[in-house]
Protein backbone atom coordinates (compact mmCIF):
# COMPACT_ATOMS: atom_id res chain seq x y z
CA UNK A 1 0.00 0.00 0.00
CA UNK A 2 1.47 3.37 -1.12
CA UNK A 3 0.10 6.91 0.51
CA UNK A 4 1.45 10.37 0.84
CA UNK A 5 2.47 11.76 3.22
CA UNK A 6 0.56 13.40 6.18
CA UNK A 7 -2.13 11.61 4.98
CA UNK A 8 -5.35 11.20 7.21
CA UNK A 9 -8.66 9.07 6.77
CA UNK A 10 -6.48 6.17 5.04
CA UNK A 11 -7.66 2.56 6.26
CA UNK A 12 -5.00 -0.10 7.31
CA UNK A 13 -7.02 -3.54 7.27
CA UNK A 14 -4.52 -5.99 8.51
CA UNK A 15 -6.24 -10.32 9.10
CA UNK A 16 -4.43 -12.41 11.76
CA UNK A 17 -3.80 -16.11 10.52
CA UNK A 18 -2.12 -18.62 12.08
CA UNK A 19 -0.93 -21.52 9.42
CA UNK A 20 -2.48 -19.75 6.85
CA UNK A 21 -6.25 -19.53 8.09
CA UNK A 22 -7.65 -16.90 9.60
CA UNK A 23 -8.01 -16.66 13.52
CA UNK A 24 -11.30 -15.77 14.79
CA UNK A 25 -10.22 -12.89 17.11
CA UNK A 26 -13.98 -11.91 18.11
CA UNK A 27 -13.81 -12.29 21.63
CA UNK A 28 -10.18 -10.12 21.63
CA UNK A 29 -9.63 -8.09 25.03
CA UNK A 30 -6.72 -5.74 23.39
CA UNK A 31 -6.77 -4.81 19.46
CA UNK A 32 -3.93 -2.66 17.87
CA UNK A 33 -2.71 -1.81 14.78
CA UNK A 34 1.37 -1.54 15.15
CA UNK A 35 3.23 1.49 12.94
CA UNK A 36 6.23 0.62 12.91
CA UNK A 37 8.02 3.73 10.63
CA UNK A 38 11.66 3.87 8.92
CA UNK A 39 12.98 5.84 11.47
CA UNK A 40 11.65 6.72 15.40
CA UNK A 41 9.90 4.49 17.82
CA UNK A 42 7.12 1.63 17.14
CA UNK A 43 3.58 3.27 17.38
CA UNK A 44 0.64 1.41 18.67
CA UNK A 45 -3.22 2.50 17.48
CA UNK A 46 -6.10 1.08 18.96
CA UNK A 47 -7.91 -0.26 16.38
CA UNK A 48 -11.85 -2.05 15.40
CA UNK A 49 -13.13 -4.82 13.80
CA UNK A 50 -14.09 -4.46 10.47
CA UNK A 51 -16.84 -7.28 11.16
CA UNK A 52 -17.49 -9.39 13.72
CA UNK A 53 -13.51 -10.15 14.05
CA UNK A 54 -14.59 -13.92 13.32
CA UNK A 55 -13.16 -13.33 10.07
CA UNK A 56 -9.33 -12.12 11.91
CA UNK A 57 -9.53 -8.91 10.64
CA UNK A 58 -8.79 -5.87 12.61
CA UNK A 59 -8.67 -1.83 10.79
CA UNK A 60 -7.23 1.54 11.75
CA UNK A 61 -7.74 4.59 10.14
CA UNK A 62 -5.32 7.61 10.11
CA UNK A 63 -5.29 10.29 11.90
CA UNK A 64 -3.19 13.58 11.74
CA UNK A 65 0.56 12.88 12.42
CA UNK A 66 0.39 9.18 12.13
CA UNK A 67 1.95 9.04 8.31
CA UNK A 68 4.83 11.98 9.15
CA UNK A 69 7.58 10.14 7.99
CA UNK A 70 8.51 9.37 4.63
CA UNK A 71 10.06 5.90 3.57
CA UNK A 72 9.19 2.09 4.10
CA UNK A 73 6.78 1.21 6.70
CA UNK A 74 5.94 -2.10 8.68
CA UNK A 75 2.48 -2.53 10.03
CA UNK A 76 1.11 -5.84 11.94
CA UNK A 77 -1.99 -6.01 13.84
CA UNK A 78 -2.35 -7.15 17.27
CA UNK A 79 -4.99 -8.82 19.57
CA UNK A 80 -4.77 -10.17 22.83
CA UNK A 81 -7.17 -12.83 23.56
CA UNK A 82 -9.02 -13.72 27.31
CA UNK A 83 -6.64 -16.34 27.66
CA UNK A 84 -4.13 -14.12 27.36
CA UNK A 85 -2.55 -15.47 24.00
CA UNK A 86 -0.96 -12.72 21.88
CA UNK A 87 -1.47 -12.68 18.62
CA UNK A 88 0.42 -10.95 15.18
CA UNK A 89 -0.04 -10.80 11.83
CA UNK A 90 2.57 -10.70 9.17
CA UNK A 91 4.42 -7.81 8.62
CA UNK A 92 2.53 -5.85 5.81
CA UNK A 93 4.76 -2.67 4.08
CA UNK A 94 3.63 0.49 3.82
CA UNK A 95 4.91 3.33 1.82
CA UNK A 96 5.13 7.07 2.86
CA UNK A 97 5.56 9.32 -0.42
CA UNK A 98 5.97 13.08 -0.50
CA UNK A 99 2.92 14.78 -1.64
CA UNK A 100 2.97 16.28 -5.02
Request: glycine letters at 8%; proline letters at 4%; a neutral charge.
Amino acid sequence: MTIRLNDVGAVLRLRIKENGVAVDVSTATTFEILLNPPKGLSRRKAATFTTDGTDGVIQYTLQAGDANVVGEWSVQARVVLPSGFDLTSSPVSLTVERAG
